[in-house]
């Protein structure tokens, strides 16, 4: 197995097992230095979305790089306020201008958004059909949203991205993808930076003569998990690929495992404080017309069980 050793997703596309994310890096040299680094070192996946406003930082670095892209898987999302029939349409042939592409390996919608979203999955489906994208997924996506979607579509969903990480691993709904074949994707899969200094996690890198970073992305693998770490460093981009070289016994696993508590890095409660303070402060933002079409969605789809 090596990076470009990948899963067979339910439409019998293979999708890498590690990929750079790009969030937080900014658009122009920053983000195409990473990609570069990346791409030269054996990366074949990229993950970015509408929100992150670095796709044409992707796009030209994808170019610069001088692998085929028929090499790279290319992941890329729908945003919040782009969601609808035709705006995802829209946003779609944006996102290929700005890549420089024309085609998507991966789209999935960055947010669930209720209705709303069955109207976007209804773009990406014909989309799809069209031969544009390879693969359509979501993101984010708990148990009662994907039933939602699944009862309401024609394809279903190859993929659903989510925070996953040791203190986040989510057995329930990795249950329920599984039995539903959609992948899991492990998004700050790291926790952004937060789980390295895990004691537990210290211990397995110390016993393993590994990074903390790399425990943790091979234990995604192991686990079956998609994982897509990312870095703006140099080292940090090539070590946390050198992964295929070792391999968690069942106990470490389990070790890992058991650090799930259920916690998210950005509970329910902080996300609507955070919205009530935007809107006290008056700055209606594009961030904030996210938060709050997500706040209430969630709340339509919870009150009405869909
Ligand atoms: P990660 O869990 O990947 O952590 C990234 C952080 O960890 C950065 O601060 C990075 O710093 C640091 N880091 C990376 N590797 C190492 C290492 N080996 N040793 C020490 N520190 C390290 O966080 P992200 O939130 O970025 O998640 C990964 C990707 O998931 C995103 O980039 C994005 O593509 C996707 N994502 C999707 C979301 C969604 O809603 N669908 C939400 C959030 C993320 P440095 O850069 O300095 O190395």
């Known amino acids: 197995m090596d990076l470009s050793s990948g899963v067979t997703l339910n439409n019998g596309i293979e999708m890498p097992w590690i990929g750079l994310g790009v969030f937080k890096l900014e658009e122009g040299k920053q983000v195409e230095k990473a990609v570069i680094t990346a791409l030269k070192n054996g990366y074949r996946s990229i993950d970015t979305a509408y929100v992150y406003h670095n796709e044409e930082g992707v796009g030209k670095a994808i170019k610069a790089s001088g692998v085929p892209r028929s090499e790279i898987f290319l992941t890329t999302k729908v945003g919040v306020t782009q969601q609808g029939y035709e705006s995802t349409k829209e946003a779609f042939h944006q996102s290929l ?33 069209e031969g544009l994208i ?79 970073a790399q425990i943790i992305l091979r234990w995604n693998i ?60 008056r700055k209606f933002d594009r961030k904030l017309l996210s938060l709050l079409s997500n706040a209430v969605g969630d709340r339509i789809q919870q009150t009405l069980k869909i």
């Open 97 to 129: 201008r700005f890549l420089q592409t024309d085609y998507l390996d991966l789209y999935l919608i960055h947010w669930p958004q209720g209705k709303l979203s069955l109207d976007t999955w209804r773009a990406m489906e014909e989309l799809y059909e």
């Open 134 to 212: 390879r693969a359509i997924g979501v993101s984010n996506h708990d148990i009662h949203h994907l039933e939602y979607l699944l009862s309401n579509c024609r394809i279903p969903p190859a993929v659903n991205q989510i925070e996953f990480h040791p203190l986040h691993s989510r057995p329930k709904l990795h249950k329920y993808c599984r039995e539903k074949k959609i992948q899991v994707v492990a998004w700050s899969p790291l926790m952004q930076g937060k789980a390295l200094g895990l004691p537990e996690i210290q211990a397995l890198a110390d016993r393993y003569q590994k990074t903390p």
């Open 222 to 281: 192991q686990k079956g998990v998609v994982t897509i770490p990312k870095s703006g460093n140099a080292k940090r981009i090539i070590s946390n690929s050198q992964v295929f070289d070792f391999e968690l016994s069942a106990r470490d696993m389990n070790v890992i495992n058991l650090l799930n508590k259920n916690s998210p890095m950005v509970l329910r409660r902080d996300r609507i404080k955070h919205l009530f303070e935007m809107l006290k402060s």
